[in-house]
């Protein structure tokens, strides 16, 4: 597991083809079309630092409805959907 890495790290990890706006909208893809389980999604979550996870949330909170980024919150938190 990749610790402690950065949002721009964590972006260009995830997206080596550029083609994402943010980690947010990698999430949302993850999260739509079933790539990854609610497990690994929160595992993906928690490799960034502190600062990472607080831009996650905020490109998530942007990008979706309440009730999706909700979902992401019990995802992150607990694993579940």
């Known amino acids: 597991m990749r610790k402690n890495k950065t949002y721009e790290q964590q972006k260009k990890f995830y997206d080596r083809s550029n ?3 943010s980690l ?3 999430f949302l893809y993850w999260l739509e ?3 990854m389980t609610a497990a690994r999604i929160q595992e993906k979550y928690r490799e960034g630092t502190k600062e990472c996870k607080e ?4 490109d998530l909170f ?3 409805g ?3 980024f909700y979902q992401f919150v019990r995802i992150f938190n607990f694993g579940k959907m």
């Not at 831009?55 to 905020?58: A, T």
């Open 19 to 21: 083609e994402y706006e």
């Open 55 to 58: 831009y996650i949330m905020e």
């Open 62 to 64: 942007h990008l979706v």
């Open 24 to 26: 947010g909208a990698i």
């Open 66 to 68: 309440h009730k999706t």
């Open 33 to 35: 079309c079933g790539y």
